[in-house]
C-alpha cells in the first residue's frame, strides 16, 4: 500500500471531506495534501542538510498531521511528543535525537518547545529551530512551491520514532519503516471485517502512543474523519458525552480501561452513538466482562481484540470475539497472526515450545522494527535475524509471555510483572482477570507490597458497582488461596496514564 497516495487521492477526490476534527478545529482532505506538500518544499530548501527524524510536539492538533506528512513527503522521519510528557523525558528525547529544526504545534506560543531550548544550560546545549504553528500557518500560505514527490522516504527509511520507556530510565526510540506501516496498513483497513471507507475514526490516545497509529493512519488511507479527544475531554464526563454524542463516531479504537471509563455512565449506549460498528482494542488486556457489557449497549457492533507491542508495528493478531467466545472462553485469546507475521513460543533456552505450553512470545515478520535509535546494545538484545520458509525475517522478543492453540495466541501477561510470594510464581494479571469474574467488579489493578526486596502481600485496587462486596471470599471460587490478595481498596476510578492505561505507580501497595 502506498499510503501517501492513498491520501493525495482522497484529497482530489473528496478535497472538502474533515480528515481530522478537534473541538472547533477542522483539517480537510485538500487542505491536508496541500499544505503538507508546501510545508515539505520549504522543509527541503532550508534544512536540506539535515535528514534526522524532527520532534513534533503538541497534543491532538490537526496540524500536527501537516507536521507529519510534511516531513515525510520530504524525506525524513518525526518523532511525535505530547505535552503532557514530563519535562526531563521531553530533554532527554530532543537530546537523543539531535535534530537541526522541530515543529511545536501547540495553540500557545512561548509555552511549548520554547521551553526546553530556551537556554544551553537547562536544556543540555541543546540547539534547534523550532517552527511555532504561527510560523508554520504563514509558511503554507506563502509558499508557492509545492514538494517532488521523489523527495518522499523510501520503503527502508524511518517513517516514525516512538518513544517507550527503557529499563534503564533512558528513553527507547523504536523506529518503524515505511515498509513496517505499510505492511501494517494493508491489514488493519480489514480488521473486524467491517467496511471503513469514509467511516468517523475515534482518536483517544495521544499521538505520542502508537495505538493512535491504529486509528490515525488506518483513518486517511480508508479517506475517513479522524475524531479527536484530548485529555481535557478524557477527564471531564460531561464533556466527554457531549463530544461522543456529537462525533458521529463508527471505529472505536481505545484501550480497554477506556472503554469501561465510558461506560461507568449509562447514557453511553447505542443511543449515544448510533453510527457505531466497530470496537478496535489494543494495549491492555480485554476482559469477558468488559465485552460482556459493550455487546448489551452495542448488541450491532464488532468487538475486535487485537494484540502486539510497539517494536512490531501496533497490533499484529486479531480475533472477532463473538458471543460463544464471550461465554466459554476466559481469558480471551487475542488473535491469530496477521498476513506476513508469524508468532512462536519459546521457553528460558530459546527452544520452540508445542501448542498449550506457556513462554515468552516472539514475533517474527514484515512489520517488526528496524531497531531502537542509537541503541545497538538494546536492538541486539531485543532483536534478531532469523531464517524461516527459505526467507530471513526480522523478530522481536517481546518480553509477554503466551502460548499457542491451533494457531490462536493467549496472552498471560509481562513476564516483568510475574512475581515470587510465599515460594509461588503468580501472574499479577492472571489475578486482576480472575477479580473482574466476580459479578458487579468493573475494573481491577493488583499491586505487590514489597519490602526488604521480596514481595510479601498483594493489594488489589477495585472498582466496583457496590462496596457492600466480598471479593476476597468471592475470589476462592476462582482461584487459589495463595494468590488472593491481602487488602482490596475500593475505588471510584483506577487512575490512568495520558495513554489511556491503568496507571500502576500511582497505585501504592
Known amino acids: 500500500m502506498n499510503l501517501l497516495e492513498r491520501i ?70 518525526y518523532c511525535p511528543i505530547d505535552t503532557s510528557v514530563p519535562e526531563d523525558r521531553v530533554k532527554r528525547i530532543l537530546g537523543l535525537l539531535e535534530a537541526g529544526f522541530s515543529m511545536d504545534v501547540t495553540a500557545e506560543e512561548g509555552e511549548g518547545l520554547e521551553a526546553f531550548y530556551r537556554n544551553d544550560e537547562a536544556s543540555g546545549g541543546m540547539k534547534a529551530q523550532i517552527l511555532t504553528l504561527s510560523a508554520i500557518r504563514r509558511i503554507v500560505e506563502e509558499e508557492t512551491e509545492e514538494i517532488d514527490p521523489a523527495c518522499a522516504l523510501k520503503g527502508s527509511d524511518v517513517y516514525y520514532m516512538i518513544f517507550t520507556s527503557g529499563s534503564t530510565g533512558v528513553p527507547k526510540g523504536v523506529m518503524i519503516t515505511r515498509d513496517n506501516l505499510e505492511h501494517y496498513l494493508d491489514w488493519s483497513v480489514t480488521l473486524g471485517g467491517v467496511p471503513k471507507e469514509g467511516k468517523v475514526f475515534l482518536n483517544q490516545a495521544p499521538f505520542s502512543f502508537d495505538l493512535s497509529v491504529m486509528d490515525l493512519y488506518t483513518c ?3 479517506g475517513g474523519t479522524l475524531w479527536a479527544l484530548d485529555k481535557e475531554t478524557q477527564q471531564d464526563y460531561r464533556l466527554l458525552y457531549d463530544c461522543l454524542g456529537k462525533s458521529g463516531v463508527s471505529v472505536f479504537v481505545s484501550t480497554p480501561s477506556f472503554a469501561e471509563v465510558c461506560m461507568s455512565d449509562p447514557v453511553f449506549g447505542e443511543q449515544l452513538m448510533p453510527e457505531l460498528s466497530l470496537f478496535l482494542f489494543c494495549g491492555e ?20 481484540n487485537t494484540y502486539g507491542p510497539t517494536e512490531s508495528t501496533v497490533a499484529v493478531t486479531e480475533v472477532v470475539v463473538d458471543e460463544r467466545m464471550e461465554d466459554e472462553i476466559s481469558p480471551l485469546p487475542v488473535g491469530r497472526a496477521k498476513p506476513g507475521t508469524r508468532i512462536e513460543i519459546l521457553d528460558a533456552d530459546g527452544n520452540l515450545l508445542p ?3 506457556k513462554g515468552e512470545i516472539q514475533i517474527l515478520g514484515d512489520t517488526v522494527s528496524a531497531g531502537y535509535y542509537r541503541n545497538e546494545e538494546g536492538t541486539a538484545k531485543a532483536f534478531y535475524e532469523a531464517e524461516r520458509d527459505g526467507a530471513v525475517v526480522r523478530g522481536y522478543h517481546t518480553g509477554d509471555e503466551g502460548y499457542l492453540m491451533d494457531g490462536m495466541l493467549y496472552y498471560c501477561g509481562r513476564i516483568d510483572l510475574q512475581i515470587k510470594l510465599h515460594g ?21 489493578a493488583v499491586v505487590p507490597n514489597i519490602r526488604k526486596g521480596a514481595v510479601k502481600s498483594l493489594t488489589a485496587y477495585v472498582v466496583a458497582d457496590t462496596q457492600e462486596m466480598d471479593v476476597r471470599g468471592e475470589l476462592g471460587a476462582y482461584l487459589p488461596a495463595y494468590m488472593i490478595p491481602k487488602k482490596v481498596v475500593f475505588m471510584d476510578q483506577l487512575p490512568m496514564t495520558n495513554n489511556g492505561k491503568v496507571d500502576r505507580k500511582q497505585l501504592g501497595g
Open 355 to 357: 501448542d498449550g505450553e
Open 424 to 444: 509461588y510464581r503468580i501472574e499479577i494479571e492472571d489475578i486482576e482477570n480472575n477479580i473482574v469474574r466476580v459479578p458487579g467488579v468493573r475494573q481491577a
Open 285 to 304: 488486556t480485554l476482559t469477558n466482562q468488559t465485552v460482556k457489557k459493550l455487546k448489551k449497549r452495542f448488541p450491532k457492533a464488532v468487538v475486535v
Open 220 to 222: 486517511l488511507v480508508s
Open 8 to 77: 493525495r487521492q482522497t484529497s482530489k477526490e473528496h478535497p472538502d471531506r474533515i480528515a481530522m476534527q478537534w473541538w472547533e478545529e477542522k483539517l480537510t482532505y485538500g487542505e491536508l495534501e496541500l499544505y503538507s506538500s508546501r510545508l515539505a518544499a520549504y522543509i527541503e530548501r532550508e534544512w536540506k542538510d539535515q535528514h534526522a527524524a524532527a520532534a513534533v510536539y503538541g497534543h491532538k492538533h490537526p496540524w500536527m498531521l501537516v507536521c507529519f506528512l510534511a516531513l515525510v513527503k520530504s524525506g525524513r522521519g
